[in-house]
């Protein structure tokens, strides 16, 4: 049986550090981080994500600036809504949700924020830092992968891992991240061939593909670290219900470790938006980074 990685509960400690370390910097240099999400249209599933981060920022008693737009809004609102926000001294984050409806390019819009205001990682001037082994901001969701992967492993080196998906959210900057730790790195996606057999050669599994429980058990390597990143949300039994891109139940029997989900890699995400949010505001005021923030919050 695998062990189950509690993102969950990583997630609470490392939000309640960040909220020690939000408090410290306004009694000693009287800054508040800010963070501003964007969320355009009316999906459900991102109105509960926009709503958790706004939450879980105020928790950790950070400013959260909330802009709900219409799903028809004119690109130049929304471009407009950005320059506003690169100008305010009180935001030091900006996130707007994606994916954006067909009339907005993403592109743009990504590109209009201002690179250390850009806590998703998504812009092409930190794409390019993480890329080049820089400092620039890294995605939320590959950074929260990484430190449970990192907690739960410790040295990586020499593991071989699959990345099963390449997007620019989470699959590409997952390869980059797992490439830094050492790892010998296979990125697969829709057009890979025999992608079982790739599965079973690695010792860390990636899933972020979006297809629920498309990675059955015996495509893992016994005692494998397997991360599921897929949020699927499906009926079952008459009843909606969240599952991963892996088969949770046949897969913990191969498995050496596994993240559930719910309750695995979603609540790390947001905890380390709320760190980008914390680091931003840093460097926006010339102050340090603050240090082992994750060694600190698990021992
Ligand atoms: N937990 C969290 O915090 C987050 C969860 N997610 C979830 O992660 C999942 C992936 O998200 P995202 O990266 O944005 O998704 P995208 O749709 O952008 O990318 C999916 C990737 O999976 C590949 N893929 C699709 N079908 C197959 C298949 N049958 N075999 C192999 N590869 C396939 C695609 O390949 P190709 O490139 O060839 O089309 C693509 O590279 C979703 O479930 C999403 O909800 C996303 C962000 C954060
Ligand atoms: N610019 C941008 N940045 C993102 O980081 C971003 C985005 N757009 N668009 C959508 C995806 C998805 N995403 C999730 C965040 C938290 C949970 C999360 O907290 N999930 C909980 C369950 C929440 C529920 O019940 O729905 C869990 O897995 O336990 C899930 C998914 C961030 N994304």
């Known amino acids: 049986m ?136 890294v995605p939320c969701t590959p950074l929260g992968c990484m430190m449970l992967l990192k907690h739960h492993l410790g040295d990586l080196s020499g593991l071989r891992a699959l990345v099963l998906g390449r997007s620019n959210i989470v699959g590409k900057p997952m390869a980059t991240l797992l490439l830094r730790e050492n790892c010998t790195v296979t990125i697969a996606h829709s057009k890979t061939v025999g992608l079982d057999e790739e599965c079973r050669r690695a010792d860390i599994l990636i899933a972020a593909v979006g297809r629920p429980r498309m990675v059955p058990g015996d495509w893992i390597k016994p005692g494998a670290t397997v991360i599921d990143v897929g949020i699927n949300r499906i009926e079952e039994n008459g009843k909606a219900r969240l599952v991963g891109d892996v088969d949770f139940d046949s897969a913990v029997a191969t498995a050496g470790a596994i993240t559930p989900v719910p309750g695995g890699v979603g609540p790390m995400t947001i905890a380390c938006l709320l760190l980008n949010t914390l680091e931003a505001a840093c460097r926006q005021h010339g102050l340090p980074v603050p240090a082992g923030v994750m060694e600190a919050a698990w021992g």
């Open 2 to 137: 695998a062990t189950i990685i509690d993102g969950k509960h990583y997630a609470e400690r490392l939000r309640a550090e960040i909220g020690r370390q939000v408090v410290q910097l306004r009694e000693a240099h009287l800054v508040t981080p800010g963070l501003a999400v964007i969320l355009v249209g009316e999906d459900p599933a991102s109105q509960v994500y926009v709503r958790n981060k706004a939450r879980q920022a105020r928790e950790a008693t950070m400013a959260s600036f909330e802009y709900r737009l219409p799903h028809g809004v004119p690109q130049e609102k929304l471009l407009e809504l950005i320059e506003r926000l690169n100008a305010d001294p009180a935001v030091h984050g900006i996130l707007v949700q994606l994916p954006l409806p067909p009339q907005v390019d993403a592109e743009r819009v990504i590109n209009a924020i201002r690179p250390d205001k850009d806590i998703d990682g998504f812009h092409p001037v930190n794409v390019g830092s993480l890329a080049t082994g820089g400092d620039g901001t």
